[in-house]
Structures are given as C-alpha cells and as structure tokens.
C-alpha cells in the first residue's frame, strides 16, 4: 500500500482516525498505540504479506535483545551483537543475495560454468528503513543513552509505525521515546498534519510524477537517439523527481504522525540551497544522514584519530550508504563519488569558507556535483551510466524522439519548470513551515487551498492511473 492510492486516502486512513480517536474517547488513550500497531501491520500485510512474520519475529528479537542488554550488563556486548548479526544478516540475505549470485554466476560463466536453480528473492519493502530503526534502539540501549521499553507493543509501534515503515524517515529511537509513552493530541497539531500530509501529496503527484516521465523518457532511450541536451534534461529531471519525490514522502509521513500526536524530526531542508557538497548531506535525506554519523562515522573514530583516519572513516560510510541505497555497482560508485568530493573539500578547506562569501557560485558549483552524481544513481547498470555520462559531455546534436516527445507535453514541462525554483531558494526558506505555523489569512487561504483543492486533484490523477510509486519505496 502507498500513501498515494485512494484505498489509502478513502478507506485505511479514514478508518485509522476514526478506530484511534474512538479509543481515546472510549478508553481515554489507553489503546491508542494497540490501535496504531494493528493498522500498522493491516498496512504492511496489504503490500508485503509473506514478509510480516519476518518483522514480527525481528521485532520480537530485538524487543528480548533490548531487555537483555538493559539488565544483564555484564554481558551486554554479547547481546548487542546477536541483535546486529540478526538484523545485518537478514538485510544482507534479502538485498544482496541476488547481487553476489548473479556476479558470482557471471563470474563462473566465464570459467565455462553454467551454474542454475537460484531462484531470485523478493525484497521486503521498508526493510533497510526499519532496520536500521531497530538498530538504533539496542545501539541506544547498550549506550545507556534510553532504557529498554517494557511493553511490547510500544517497541513494535516504533519498529513498525505504518507512517514511516517503508521509507523512513528513519527515527532514532531517544528522538521519540518520550513519545511513545506520553504525547499529546490537539486539533491544532491534526491541522498542521493534515496540511501536511496534502502538500506532500500534491508535491508528489503533481510535480515529481511529471518529472519522473520526463527523466524515464530520456533514460529509456537507446544511447544512438541520446544527444547532449536531451541527457542534460534526463540528468536534472531525475534530480528534481528524486528531491520532490522523496520530500514529498517524508512531508505525508511527518503530517501521517501529527495526526497521531507525534512530532518527527524534518528529513529535508532545502538540499538544493546547499553551498558544498558537506552542506549538501546536513540538506539531504538528514535522518539517514545523522544515523551513519552517529552509528558508524563516530564510533569508526570520526575525526579524532588525524587525517589519514578522518578520510578513510569518511569514505568508509559513503560507501556503505551507496550500497545501503541498493544491491547495484551504480549505487556503490555513487557512494564513491560523493565521498570523494568530500574528501576534496576536506583537505583543500572549502567546506571552511563561510556560507555568505561566493554563495552563488558555490551553490551552482554544489548543484552541477549533485545532478551529475544523480545519473550514477538513476542508471540501470554502470555501462549505462558511463555513456550517459559521456554524452552529457561530448557535444551531440539530434532531434527529439517521438517518444520523449510524448513526455515532453505541455503539463509535465510546466510542474517541471515549477519545480526548479528549488534550484534558487534562499536557503532558510520553508514553504511548508509557512503553510503550517503562520497565523496570518494568506496562509490559512493557502492551507484551505491545500486540501479543499489539491487533495481532490491529486485523487483526480490517482484515479486516472497517472501515479507512480515512490522512488524509495524499492530501498
């Protein structure tokens, strides 16, 4: 199930409002995170059903795990490693069995093997997210940093909360402990969510959706109908269906969890804006940004053992969240890549200039970094990517195929253009922050736009079949 299905928006959260505030009238909030768990799992049941018992049993795991590292001390470092072999096994079994086989297999055909019988296996949806999540409730526990939760079904609601199971945000576990056992509902917070939860959506079928025809247009194409321009436009659609495609999730997964009391921390602040590629990470996809600084940049040594050590343990995470984001040579020299420039700018003191002297070169110079990488990300293959590449770059001129022609409508240019003013937003400006927290009639009226008059024409292209699903729904 997706956020933005009608079954989700007419049926299941309408009948999960209506099941979690009949409870807080009827047992004054006692249920409310029973009634949260169940649809949660109703919500993972009806798009991966044959993996439910894997989270339940992780769950359950990690739920014994956290107990045991709380009260057995002494052997707490045992404990903690069952909990991460557990889950980086699983993760490893499910996103990167497919990958190693078929290397392996290539690998044996060149030897003159023929090897068969592996049958291909299906990823869990939301796997790397809620793992990670789980991880970071026995790293936090083991670190003395929050107590073990007690009560079963809170740990599971944290593990599992259907707002954000499948593409995060990832939630460290001392961001929303407190929550979990004390929160507090109010009208004000469910408008906040509600507008929300409608700008995400509009954001992600109006606007990312008419990009991503745009880029799936320009990277179907055969290398012999690419020319520069058309790569170019392929290269900077994607960037911008990629950023308001996934900024658009995590606004309806921070407005689904205001609508139940809960408040997440943000996942985007206008990465776009950033003025280096360091900018650019503290910009972009921020939890999982904060997740590898606090798990494994720091404790690797973080920079704290001299330069050598600073940019091994850099490039060490970069990797590893390439390959986090998919079992693919693409996402790995993707990872390389950014690691690179970051190293760069390292040892040459950039990252050191403040962010008010050459701002706007820097900002074009970060951007040009940025799209170019993306190309690495959207291919298919590393061959595709390497000519792709060498087009953007090799002056070539031919006409526009009758395919991208059919991308290239009226509509889908127009929410694109709409889109590159991310491209020149000052970078403390929040359009949502003003939708939700400011007073004034032009903000209400814009709220009221919201979601008397995107909601219905986001349902409208929903229903017409001219919706895709999020980009991050397959990590």
């Given at each position: 199930m997706v956020f933005?299905?009608?079954?989700f928006?007419?049926?299941?959260l309408?009948?999960?409002i209506?099941?979690y505030?009949?409870?807080?009238?009827l047992f004054?909030?006692k249920l409310?995170?029973?009634v949260?768990l169940?649809?949660?799992y109703?919500?993972?049941l009806?798009?991966a059903?044959?993996?439910l018992?894997?989270?339940v049993l992780?769950?359950?795991a990690?739920y014994v795990?956290?107990?045991?590292i709380d009260?057995?001390?002494c052997r707490?470092?045992l404990?903690?490693?069952?909990s991460?072999?557990l889950n980086?096994?699983l993760l490893?079994?499910f996103?990167?069995?497919?990958?190693?086989?078929?290397?392996?297999?290539q690998?044996l055909?060149h030897?003159g093997?023929?090897?068969?019988?592996w049958e291909?296996?299906?990823?869990?949806i939301g796997?790397s997210?809620f793992?990670?999540q789980k991880l970071?409730?026995?790293i936090?526990?083991f670190?003395g940093?929050?107590?073990?939760?007690?009560?079963v079904?809170?740990?599971?609601l944290?593990v599992?909360?259907?707002?954000?199971?499948?593409?995060g945000?990832?939630?460290?576990f001392?961001?929303i402990?407190?929550q979990?056992?004390e929160?507090k509902?109010?009208?004000d917070?469910?408008y906040?969510g509600?507008?929300?939860?409608?700008?995400?959506l509009?954001?992600?079928v109006?606007?990312a959706d008419?990009?991503?025809?745009?880029a799936?247009?320009?990277f179907?194409l055969?290398i012999?109908?690419?020319?520069t321009?058309?790569?170019?436009l392929?290269?900077?659609?994607?960037g911008?269906?990629?950023?308001v495609?996934?900024?658009?999730?995590?606004d309806?997964?921070?407005?689904l969890g205001?609508?139940?009391?809960?408040k997440?921390?943000?996942?985007?602040?206008l990465?776009y804006?950033?003025?280096s590629?360091?900018?650019?990470w503290?910009?972009?996809h921020?939890?999982?940004?904060?997740w590898f600084?606090?798990?494994?940049?720091?404790p690797?040594?973080g920079n704290?053992?001299?330069?050598f050590?600073t940019?091994l343990?850099?490039?060490?995470?970069?990797?590893?969240?390439?390959?986090w984001?998919?079992?693919?040579?693409?996402?790995l020299?993707w990872?390389l890549?950014?690691?690179?420039?970051?190293?760069i700018e390292?040892?040459?003191?950039l990252?050191d200039?403040s962010?008010?002297?050459?701002?706007s070169?820097?900002?074009?110079?970060t951007?040009?970094?940025?799209?170019v990488?993306?190309?690495?990300?959207?291919?298919?293959n590393?061959?595709q990517?390497?000519?792709?590449?060498?087009?953007m770059f090799?002056?070539?001129?031919r006409p526009?195929?009758?395919?991208?022609?059919?991308?290239l409508?009226?509509?889908?240019?127009?929410f694109?253009l709409?889109?590159?003013?991310s491209?020149?937003l000052p970078a403390t400006?929040?359009?949502?922050?003003?939708?939700?927290k400011y007073?004034r009639p032009?903000?209400v009226?814009?709220g009221?736009?919201?979601?008397?008059v995107?909601?219905?024409?986001s349902?409208a292209?929903?229903?017409?079949?001219?919706?895709?699903?999020?980009?991050?729904?397959?990590?």
């Amino acid at each position: 199930m997706v956020f933005s299905s009608n079954f989700f928006l007419f049926a299941f959260l309408p009948a999960a409002i209506i099941c979690y505030y009949s409870q807080r009238l009827l047992f004054n909030n006692k249920l409310r995170n029973t009634v949260l768990l169940v649809f949660s799992y109703l919500f993972y049941l009806y798009g991966a059903a044959g993996f439910l018992l894997i989270l339940v049993l992780s769950t359950l795991a990690d739920y014994v795990f956290g107990l045991l590292i709380d009260r057995d001390r002494c052997r707490k470092r045992l404990w903690l490693s069952f909990s991460v072999l557990l889950n980086l096994g699983l993760l490893a079994y499910f996103k990167y069995a497919n990958f190693f086989i078929r290397e392996l297999g290539q690998t044996l055909q060149h030897l003159g093997f023929s090897p068969s019988g592996w049958e291909r296996i299906i990823l869990p949806i939301g796997i790397s997210f809620f793992t990670f999540q789980k991880l970071s409730y026995v790293i936090d526990v083991f670190r003395g940093k929050s107590r073990a939760l007690v009560n079963v079904v809170d740990f599971a609601l944290y593990v599992a909360m259907f707002s954000q199971l499948v593409a995060g945000p990832i939630i460290r576990f001392r961001d929303i402990s407190g929550q979990l056992k004390e929160r507090k509902e109010s009208w004000d917070l469910f408008y906040m969510g509600a507008i929300r939860f409608c700008w995400g959506l509009a954001k992600k079928v109006i606007i990312a959706d008419s990009c991503g025809r745009i880029a799936d247009g320009v990277f179907g194409l055969g290398i012999a109908s690419l020319d520069t321009k058309t790569a170019w436009l392929g290269c900077v659609a994607y960037g911008l269906q990629i950023y308001v495609d996934f900024s658009a999730y995590s606004d309806m997964a921070l407005g689904l969890g205001m609508l139940f009391g809960f408040k997440f921390l943000e996942n985007f602040n206008l990465p776009y804006s950033a003025v280096s590629i360091s900018d650019f990470w503290r910009r972009w996809h921020i939890s999982l940004s904060q997740w590898f600084r606090d798990y494994l940049y720091i404790p690797l040594g973080g920079n704290r053992q001299g330069v050598f050590r600073t940019y091994l343990n850099l490039m060490s995470v970069f990797i590893l969240c390439g390959i986090w984001h998919g079992a693919n040579w693409t996402f790995l020299f993707w990872g390389l890549y950014h690691g690179a420039f970051l190293l760069i700018e390292r040892a040459t003191r950039l990252r050191d200039i403040s962010p008010q002297k050459y701002t706007s070169l820097r900002r074009a110079v970060t951007l040009f970094i940025v799209m170019v990488g993306w190309v690495l990300f959207r291919s298919e293959n590393i061959f595709q990517a390497k000519d792709f590449l060498a087009v953007m770059f090799t002056p070539i001129n031919r006409p526009i195929s009758y395919e991208l022609s059919l991308a290239l409508n009226f509509r889908n240019v127009i929410f694109m253009l709409a889109a590159t003013i991310s491209f020149f937003l000052p970078a403390t400006f929040s359009l949502t922050e003003c939708l939700m927290k400011y007073k004034r009639p032009v903000w209400v009226i814009a709220g009221l736009i919201a979601i008397l008059v995107l909601l219905p024409y986001s349902a409208a292209l929903i229903a017409g079949g001219s919706s895709n699903p999020f980009i991050y729904y397959r990590f």
